[in-house]
Nanobody, 123 residues
Framework: QVQLVESGGGLVQAGGSLRLSCAAS????????MAWFRQAPGKEREFVAA????????YYGDSVKGRFTISRDNAKNTMYLQMNSLKPEDTAVYLCAADTAYYGTKVGEYDYWGQGTQVTVSS
């Protein structure tokens, strides 16, 4: 099992940047494929980005492509999401997720989830 804790959220003006972190417990972090999702009030959880266990492969949702960058440091058991050119529509709770078997865009493909960190972008 792995436990995930997100941090780095906050309030930022449109056009600004934030970097989110997802710290994982356990010594097997490097075996997990990881992802970021987000959920705004009244909306379904939305895929943001994914990175495979070795960091060789990444994938982004269309709404964040070119603005967000996912990365990981297996030596530090941590995954990151660098968010640039933020827009008000990026406002949501951002959650990290992990799974050993899948590397995809669907909520059901990930077994482990963090509690989330709030990102608010003002116009």
């Amino acid at each position: 099992q792995v436990q995930l804790v997100e941090s780095g959220g906050g309030l930022v003006q449109a056009g600004g940047s934030l970097r989110l972190s997802c710290a994982a417990s356990g010594r097997t972090f490097s075996t997990y494929n990881m992802a970021w999702f987000r959920q705004a009030p009244g909306k379904e959880r939305e895929f943001v980005a994914a990175i495979n266990w070795s960091a060789i492969s990444t994938y982004y949702g269309d709404s964040v492509k070119g603005r967000f960058t996912i990365s990981r440091d297996n030596a530090k058991n941590t995954m990151y999401l660098q968010m640039n050119s933020l827009k008000p529509e990026d406002t949501a709770v951002y959650l990290c997720a992990a799974d050993t078997a899948y590397y995809g865009t669907k909520v059901g493909e990930y077994d482990y989830w963090g509690q989330g960190t709030q990102v608010t972008v003002s116009s």
